[in-house]
């Protein structure tokens, strides 16, 4: 049973920072795709960053380059995405999601291409 729980969510000052975290279980992902993603209500799920952990290829979304940064702990089971200068617009849900095929670099940070989705963590940046 593959099972993704996301953690760190808060609510901050714009400028401010937060560091999410999602714990993997029943899941090696060590040559796999994982990412994560952003949903406010009334809108549709967005890709934020991806890391292929095989290579370690980061991608990010242009509305957070140079912000944020996603990265594993050295044994893979934690995924982490540290979230510098937050703005509000950075406002949602978080989600981390995983999958193990190995798909195009355009179609890492679209939600079609993940298969096992944690339940998410809220960031709130205030102005």
């Known amino acids: 049973q593959v099972q993704l729980v996301e953690s760190g969510g808060g609510s901050v000052q714009a400028g401010g920072s937060l560091k999410l975290s999602c714990e993997v279980s029943?899941?090696?992902?060590?040559?796999?795709?994982m990412g994560w993603f952003r949903q406010t209500p009334g809108k549709e799920r967005e890709g934020v960053a991806a890391?292929?952990?095989?290579?370690?290829?980061?991608i990010y979304a242009d509305s957070v380059k140079g912000r944020f940064t996603i990265s594993q702990d050295r044994a893979k089971i934690t995924l982490f995405l540290e979230m510098n200068n937050l703005k509000p617009e950075d406002t949602a849900m978080y989600y981390c999601?995983?999958?193990?095929?190995?798909?195009?670099?355009?179609?890492?940070?679209?939600?079609?291409?993940?298969?096992?989705w944690g339940q998410g963590t809220q960031v709130t940046v205030s102005s």
């Open positions: 029943g899941y090696t992902f060590s040559e796999h795709l």
């Open positions: 999601a995983a999958d193990p095929s190995s798909p195009a670099r355009s179609l890492l940070l679209l939600p079609q291409s993940y298969k096992y």
């Open positions: 890391i292929r952990p095989g290579t370690g290829t980061t």
